[in-house]
């Protein structure tokens, strides 16, 4: 029988779970900030969004995340879906520490594309046990793509 998801009586998990997902993201943000100076040393394509869409742009997707996640973990929490969701999750903490700290954009790419692959299987996997849950991760995908391809763009120019 498929659980039924409720906000009114799920929402404190929600409330956790996008509280959890946006807070990591900034705490890694916070951390892996890029050092001063360090984006002036690498080609850049001109295609990179500015900070002040892909700022915006990342919180919405963040919520997206989120909500897929607590959706998933309300369905089952011990599902291939809530795992790789998780899975997911703290392999996007590493893009920015390979990217700023370690300086080396090749890492980053490593994995960005990793994340892709993981995210593509979350889609398709999710697919058939809660559709909304696929479909709020579309635009996050499509987001980590163009990462890809901006990142690998960095590692050829420079």
């Known amino acids: 029988m498929l659980k039924t998801i409720s906000l009114r009586t799920g929402w404190p998990l929600l409330a956790i779970f996008i509280a959890g997902v946006i807070g990591a993201g900034l705490a890694v943000g916070l951390i892996a900030a890029p050092p ?4 002036e040393t690498l080609r850049i394509p001109d295609a990179i969004i500015p900070p002040a869409i892909s ?3 990342w919180f919405a997707l963040a919520f997206a995340f989120a909500v897929a996640g607590w959706r998933l973990w309300t ?3 011990r599902s291939i879906e809530t795992r790789i969701w998780l899975a997911i999750q703290i392999l996007s903490w590493w893009f ?4 700023f700290v370690m300086r080396a954009p090749s890492v980053a790419l490593l ?3 990793a994340l892709s692959v993981l995210m593509l299987w979350f ?4 697919w058939n046990r809660d559709r909304l849950s696929a479909y709020l991760f579309i635009p ?3 987001y980590v793509a163009y ?3 901006m990142t690998a763009a960095i590692v050829a120019m420079n």
Do not use: R
């Open 36 to 39: 001063e100076g360090y984006l």
């Open 55 to 57: 700022g915006p742009l």
């Open 75 to 77: 369905i089952d929490p």
């Open 96 to 99: 920015a520490p390979a990217f």
């Open 111 to 113: 994995v960005i594309c």
């Open 123 to 126: 889609i398709l996997s999710a």
């Open 140 to 142: 996050c995908l499509l």
């Open 147 to 149: 990462t890809a391809t």
